[in-house]
C-alpha cells in the first residue's frame, strides 16, 4: 500500500515537473488604459522617473522604499534603484529608449526572484485623449514556469498595472497633464 501511494506520488510529480516544462520561455503581460489627455504632458509623466513613482504602483506598495536616482532627469540612462519589502522586493529601474510615442525601460530584480525584464508603455493619440498601454515582456525560466502553474502570474501583476494606469489617469486628468 505504501509502495503505491509512493509511486503515484513520484508520477503526479513527474507529471507536474513535465507539465511546467511544457510552457513558454518567454512571458508578455500588458494593460490599457484611455486617459483625457495628450501623449506630450503624459510622456513626461513616465520619462522622468521621479514623476513616473509618483504614480508607480511598486512605490505606493511601501512607503518605506528606500531608492536613489542616478543619470539624467529624464530620458536614456535615467535610473532608479529601490529596496522595498517583500512585495516591492529589490532592482532597479532603467530607461533605455525614449520616443514621444513609447518608452521602454529595464526592470532587474535582485529580490525575491533575479529578474530582467523589459517594461513599455506606448502612448497611442485618440483624438483629445491617449491610449497608455504598460507592456512587460521577459524569460520565463524553469522556476517561474513551475510557480505559474499554481499562480497566474499576468491576473497578479495586470492588477498592479491596472492600478499605476488608474493612478496616472486620475492625476493627469485632475491637472490636466
Not at 505606493?60 to 522604499?65: E, F, G, T, V
Request: net charge positive; proline share 6%; hydrophobic share 45%.
Amino acid at each position: 500500500m505504501l509502495k503505491s501511494g509512493l509511486i503515484i506520488a513520484v508520477l503526479a510529480l513527474a507529471g507536474l515537473l513535465l507539465f511546467a516544462a511544457t510552457r513558454p520561455d518567454t512571458f508578455t503581460l500588458q494593460r490599457s488604459i484611455v486617459i483625457q489627455a495628450l501623449p506630450g504632458p503624459l510622456h513626461a509623466q513616465i520619462n522622468a522617473l521621479r514623476a513616473f513613482n509618483t504614480w508607480n504602483p511598486y512605490n505606493q506598495k511601501d512607503p518605506a522604499i528606500q531608492g536613489s536616482y542616478s543619470g539624467p532627469e529624464a530620458g536614456p540612462g535615467a535610473r532608479y534603484a529601490f529596496k522595498g519589502n517583500k512585495e516591492v522586493g529589490e532592482g532597479s529601474l532603467e530607461i533605455i529608449a525614449s520616443t514621444p510615442t513609447q518608452v521602454t525601460m529595464r526592470l532587474d530584480m535582485r529580490a525575491p526572484m533575479q529578474a530582467s525584464n523589459t517594461l513599455t508603455f506606448t502612448l497611442v493619440p485618440r483624438g483629445t485623449a491617449t491610449e497608455v498601454t504598460w507592456a512587460m515582456q521577459g524569460a520565463c525560466p524553469f522556476v517561474a514556469k513551475l510557480m505559474g502553474v499554481f499562480i497566474n502570474m499576468d491576473a497578479m501583476i495586470g492588477r498592479d498595472f491596472e492600478a499605476g494606469l488608474a493612478s496616472l489617469k486620475a492625476r493627469a486628468e485632475r491637472t490636466g497633464s
